[in-house]
Nanobody, 122 residues
Framework: QVQLVESGGGLVQSGGSLRLSCATS????????IGWFRQAPGKKREAVAC????????DYADSVKGRFMIFRDNARSTVHLQMNSLKSEDTAVYYC???????????????RGQGTQVTVSS
C-alpha cells in the first residue's frame, strides 16, 4: 500500500525557515518522482516543486524559486522541502504526491499524502 506522510509544518514568522519531509512506503522509492503542492483557503492548488526519479532534475514554481529547495534521500525513501525566506503568501496546506513518470507530478488519490499546515505570520 502506497503511503506518503508529511511532517515539519508549523507556525513561523515572515523571513523564517521550515523543512518539510515526505516519508514514503509501499513502493520502490527510487523509481518514482515526487512533487510538493500547496493549497490555501479559497485558492487553487499550486505545484511548488518536483524532483525526478530518473535524473534528480528539479522544477520549481516561479513564486518559490531561489527560496525553496527540494531534495531526496533515497536511503530513507524521503523527500524534503527546505523553505527559506518565508512570506505570508506561503501560508497553505502542503502535501506531497508521487508518480512513476517524471516531473511534473499530477496528484491522484492513493498516491498523495494528507498534508501539513504551514502558517507564516507577518
Amino acid at each position: 500500500q502506497v503511503q506518503l506522510v508529511e511532517s515539519g509544518g508549523g507556525l513561523v514568522q515572515s523571513g523564517g525557515s521550515l523543512r518539510l519531509s515526505c516519508a514514503t512506503s509501499g513502493f520502490t522509492f527510487r523509481y518514482w518522482s515526487i512533487g510538493w503542492f500547496r493549497q490555501a483557503p479559497g485558492k487553487k492548488r499550486e505545484a511548488v516543486a518536483c524532483i525526478s526519479a530518473s535524473d534528480g532534475n528539479t522544477d520549481y514554481a516561479d513564486s518559490v524559486k531561489g527560496r525553496f529547495m527540494i531534495f531526496r534521500d533515497n536511503a530513507r525513501s524521503t523527500v524534503h522541502l527546505q523553505m527559506n525566506s518565508l512570506k505570508s503568501e506561503d501560508t497553505a496546506v502542503y502535501y506531497c504526491a508521487t508518480d512513476l513518470s517524471g516531473c511534473p507530478v499530477f496528484p491522484k488519490d492513493g498516491f498523495r499524502g494528507q498534508g501539513t499546515q504551514v502558517t507564516v505570520s507577518s
